[in-house]
């Protein structure tokens, strides 16, 4: 629930509480985030994000799985 920002060679420490609503359950509140984000899509809501938006999460991961599996070296280069 919290975050340390160091900088300036570890003499500026900032604490930044990221807590929040249901952080005390699962996934820290992003399960109940989700299924609220869903349940309002379902009643008529716009999404939250796009087609693209997801095909670039699958592009990142993906990304992520081939620099890990050549253990960081290959370096990824984008298609756009």
């Given amino acids: 629930g919290r975050i340390l ?3 300036n060679h570890g003499k500026d ?6 807590g929040g609503p249901h ?6 509140g992003s399960d ?4 609220r984000l869903m349940r309002e899509y379902c009643d008529g809501a716009d999404p939250v994000c796009t ?12 990304a992520a799985r081939e620099s ?4 960081g ?8």
Avoid: C, P
């Fill in 68 to 71: 890990f599996d050549a253990n």
């Fill in 23 to 28: 952080f005390e359950t699962s996934h820290y």
């Fill in 32 to 35: 109940w985030n989700l299924v």
């Fill in 51 to 62: 087609v693209q938006d997801g095909l670039a999460s699958l592009e990142m991961v993906n």
């Fill in 5 to 7: 920002a160091i900088s």
């Fill in 73 to 80: 070296d290959r370096k990824i280069i984008s298609k756009k």
């Fill in 13 to 18: 420490i900032e604490e930044i509480s990221a």
